[in-house]
């Protein structure tokens, strides 16, 4: 069974420019949710999406938004790059089965470098 | 609010057992984690337990709730180099099942 892919693994842009992550989860997952690394702030949730909707949002500016298709594959996209911006994006899925158990699992990450 | 306290660093030589310890601030959590990160790499999940367990065993890997002082710990026995890593606590709450709080992480050196 494949784990959860992100893509690309690597990217480098330009401050003001925008980025678009994808985030295939595994198969049978409908919740995708998606998290920020950086060595200052450590792990942080960006949003979580469920059948399409998203169902719980971080503390991060607009300029931060995703979205879910119907195949339950999920994009993150940040627009106005700054420096700050700049951290290992990872994505995590799982069943969302609520109380009758929870297992999330990630992805490799995207790295994003802006300069 | 929700907050997840660990140490920053444990050092353990090669076949001793590994205790990280864990706080946690929020009292309606549902399902605590452990995760495992190696360099350049993403979160590996370990195991996790749901508040109602006090204990959960997974081969080399023991977990011990402690609701009432809201105290998880990881103990990992016959530690080996390959442990060394960074151990991630997080918890969630029964108002977002899915949105993960997590520890600062604790680095793990094993050394031979």
């Known amino acids: 069974k494949a784990g959860v892919t992100q893509t690309p693994r690597y990217l480098i842009k330009t401050r003001g420019q925008q980025v678009t992550l994808s985030c295939s989860p595994i198969?049978?997952?409908?919740?995708v949710s998606w998290y920020q690394q950086t060595p200052g702030q450590g792990l942080q949730f960006l949003f979580e999406y469920f059948s399409e909707t998203q169902r719980n949002k971080g503390n991060f500016p607009g300029r931060f938004s995703g979205r879910q298709f119907s195949n339950s594959r999920s994009e993150m996209n940040v627009s106005t790059l700054e420096l700050g911006d700049s951290a290992l994006y990872l994505c995590a899925s799982s069943l969302a089965a609520g109380m009758s158990g929870n297992t999330i699992y990630f992805g490799e990450g995207s790295w994003l470098t802006v300069v | 609010g929700e907050d997840v306290e660990q140490s920053l660093f444990l050092s353990v030589r090669e076949g001793d057992s590994s205790v990280i310890n864990c706080t946690y601030t929020d009292s309606s959590s549902t399902y605590l984690y452990w995760y495992k990160q190696e360099p350049g790499a993403g979160l590996q999940l370990l195991t996790y337990i749901f508040s109602n367990m006090d204990m959960k065993q997974d081969q080399r890997l023991t977990v011990l709730l402690n609701k009432k002082d809201k105290h998880l710990s990881l103990r990992i026995a016959d530690t080996q180099t390959g442990d060394s890593a960074i151990y991630f606590c997080a918890e969630s709450s029964n108002t977002g099942f899915q949105k993960l709080v997590f520890g600062t992480g604790t680095r793990l050196l094993v050394s031979p």
């Open positions: 198969s049978g997952h409908r919740s």
